[in-house]
């Protein structure tokens, strides 16, 4: 039952049909792992904890660096040089009390990886990098963890939801193969990022948990949100499941 503070802290969202009393509950027994703290990983961690998403799992090895804070808004100045996932707690701490924040500062691989995908009913990506996309989407499927993937450079943005509790949901891999890098592989610090746009993507993944874990609207599965900033355009692109791919036909097999 929730107590008064909680009634008053949620209560414009527990107005809301699609969630009321039983949707927030369910907000409240969630635990998520977020992979990142950086432009992605602000916005998702902030919204979710302002929602009331019970325990946050926070992973990033990295520490603030000045040139983050044009974009990455869970940071300020006096974070430079602080674990990432350290200056993500206080602040979400300070947001909402009520959350409980499991700071990992690590590069998640192997079976730290699998420990922490374990652990929690939802994942959200928002690192940076093929690798990383690539082994959260394996760990995920391998342990049957719904995914919110997002990525954002330059001007352009993407988002999609991967389910590997519904049978027909593609992964990650369907979508982009097995290879080893991104077409370019290239980095915000190679190539630029505006602020505004991680802000968006990020936002959008926080949405797509909410949806997921308190059980109302249709995720974004089998379904890639195509962003594009310069002109202010959305397109959507379906995404079918790869009877071939090396991840998720495998597990369906098994």
């Not at 503070?5 to 927030?24: E, N, V």
């Not at 703290?37 to 090895?61: F, I, N, Q, R, S």
């Not at 701490?93 to 409980?100: C, F, K, M, S, Y």
């Not at 602020?195 to 990020?202: A, M, Q, S, Y």
Request: proline content about 4%; glycine content about 10%.
């Amino acid at each position: 039952m929730l107590e008064d503070d909680s009634l008053l802290r949620y209560s414009r969202q527990i107005l809301l049909p699609q969630i009321d009393i039983a949707g927030q509950q369910r907000l409240l027994n969630s635990r998520v792992l977020i992979v990142g703290l950086g432009g992605l990983g602000a916005p998702v961690a902030l919204y979710l904890a302002a929602a009331g998403v019970g325990e946050l799992l926070l992973a990033d090895h990295d520490r603030v660096d000045l040139t983050n804070l044009q974009r990455q808004i869970i940071h300020h100045s006096q974070s430079v040089g602080q674990l990432k996932v350290d200056s993500a707690a206080e602040r979400l701490q300070a947001l909402n009390p009520q959350v409980r924040c499991r700071p990992l500062p690590q590069a998640l691989t192997g079976e730290a990886l699998r420990d922490a995908v374990a652990a929690v009913d939802l994942v959200l990506d928002c690192s940076d990098n093929f690798a990383t996309r690539q082994a959260v989407n394996a760990a995920c499927f391998a342990l049957g963890r719904p995914l919110v993937s997002g990525a954002a450079i330059r001007l352009e943005g993407q988002l999609s939801v991967f389910d590997p509790r519904d049978a027909a949901s593609p992964c990650y891999q369907c979508l982009y193969g097995a290879g080893e890098a991104e077409e370019g592989a290239l980095s915000c610090s190679e190539a630029g990022v505006l602020g505004p746009l991680v802000g968006l993507v990020g936002s959008l993944q926080a949405l797509e948990a909410l949806k997921l874990l308190a059980g109302f609207g249709t995720p974004m599965m089998g379904r890639l949100l195509l962003i594009d900033a310069l002109d202010s355009r959305f397109r959507e692109m379906r995404v079918r499941r790869d009877p071939a791919c090396g991840c998720c036909a495998t597990r369906a097999k098994a």
